[in-house]
């Protein structure tokens, strides 16, 4: 079971199903690994925008994965990692 670490806009529901007081905006960040985090933004119950971020097992680096689309429907992936 992946645990939400913090959700904003309502109600906490460890699954991530629905997470928000109106369904409008819902912002989802759960971890489903010791090193690892999985993001997620919904407008009006559609994901917008995901994500995943792992911390290397030695602790002095990240990786940041996001995918989202555009307003022209062109998909968008990012890709960053971090140094301490």
Same mark, same amino acid.
């Given at each position: 079971? =992946?645990?939400?670490?913090?959700?904003?806009?309502?109600?906490?529901?460890?699954?991530?199903?629905r997470?928000? *007081?109106?369904?409008? =905006?819902?912002?989802?960040?759960?971890?489903?690994?010791? *090193?690892?985090?999985?993001?997620?933004? &919904?407008?009006?119950?559609?994901?917008?925008?995901?994500? *995943?971020?792992?911390?290397?097992?030695?602790?002095?680096?990240?990786?940041?994965?996001?995918?989202t689309?555009?307003?022209?429907?062109k &998909?968008?992936?990012?890709?960053?990692?971090?140094?301490?």
């Amino acid at each position: 079971m =992946t645990q939400d670490l913090l959700t904003t806009g309502g109600t906490k529901n460890t699954e991530g199903s629905r997470l928000s *007081r109106d369904s409008s =905006t819902v912002r989802i960040i759960r971890s489903p690994a010791i *090193r690892a985090l999985e993001l997620a933004n &919904k407008i009006g119950g559609k994901v917008v925008a995901t994500g *995943r971020v792992v911390v290397s097992p030695d602790g002095k680096s990240r990786t940041i994965h996001l995918s989202t689309t555009d307003s022209a429907g062109k &998909k968008i992936a990012s890709l960053g990692v971090y140094d301490k």
